[in-house]
């Protein structure tokens, strides 16, 4: 029987969000109901909020769910009703990536995780007669509740809090996956990341599980610095006012023959030849940020022919049914300690907790539904 819930809605963009009812339909083959007790808030979040990216509106966003399985549809069979999860990206499961094992380079990801309807057309929400798009990232999870899929459910053991749960299905996913698989981090690596936000950070923890000898996190708030040293690195660069060649020289005055591994988070065109300029010889660096429609990076070539190496990545090389299990046992093992960026907000909250994130007053906001 379709249950109604209360959802944060996109009606236009850069609009504040507005919680009111939708209508879900039941869990179908393969889908299964999920009511949410945290979503984590994500910078793709709020940049589809705030930029066109092809998603249509009215629109439910959040894809850091977690919370406890209501039902399943046929065919869903690694996890039942009572079962505690987390949600992560959708993925068909059919195409010649995700049969080999790498779904977030889904052929589909873009219809699956943006599109706004079912896989089979149908929009996943409605008020009354009115459709309100949703199913973001296979999940929609701004809301009490959730319909999501057996392939982006990941089952939860009991002892991790649903609020620290909730942002391994992307964030910390992403960052720490982009450490871990793309990059290779090792314990002789030098190490920095370019934006010290919840990816960032979950990059920079991967390092310090790792034992890399120096770690450098850039920022241009204080109070992200002073976190990222409180959670394991050795330098910090205020990178305020910083052209792309004095955040060169600000990495190699720490380091002198450059940086092994760089995450940058930012996707500033000066920010990326800075660290690019910055890294070592055979050096490798990440870029991870999604940005907005028309953005450019310019870099000189020659920088590249010591070797160096820049890469793109999509949730850490990651797949999810793996990774998330993998990723939170080293976090109950005290190795991956993502509660310092952690901050909760009644789903009520959830504009003031966009906003506080936006200005930097809050790395990684976690709403509460429950």
Known sequence: MPI?????????????????????????????????????????????QRHEQGTPLPHV???????TVVAVGPGVDHVAAGDRVVLSYAS?????????????????FMALNYGGVLPDGAVPMHQGDAPVYGGFFGQSSFAGHALAYARNTVKLADDVPFNLAAPFGCGLQTGAGTAYNTLDVQAGHSFAVIGAGSV????????????????????RVAERLDLARRMGATHGINATGMAAADLALALRAILPTGIDRIVDTTGVSAVVRGGLEGLASRGQMALLAVTAPGTEITINPNTLLGGRRLVGAVEG?????????????????GRFNHAPMVQTYDFARINE?????????AVKPVLLME
Do not use: K
Request: aromatic letters at 4%; a negative charge; charged letters at 15%.
């Open 4 to 48: 109604t819930t209360t959802a944060a809605i996109l009606r236009s963009r850069g609009a504040p969000f507005s919680l009111e009812p939708v209508t879900l339909a039941d869990p179908g083959p393969g889908q299964l109901l999920v009511r949410l007790a945290a979503c984590g808030i994500c910078a793709t979040d709020v940049g589809v």
């Open 61 to 67: 966003l959040g894809h850091e769910g977690a919370g």
């Open 92 to 108: 068909c499961g059919h195409c010649p990536n995700c049969a080999s094992h790498h779904p977030q380079y889904c052929a589909n």
């Open 200 to 219: 960032g950070l979950a990059a920079m923890l991967a390092a310090v599980d790792r034992g890399c000898h120096s770690i450098i996190a850039v920022d």
């Open 317 to 333: 090389d990651a797949d999810p049914q793996a990774f998330i299990p993998w990723l939170i046992d080293r976090h109950r093992a």
């Open 353 to 361: 907790a966009v906003a506080d994130m936006a200005a930097g007053r």
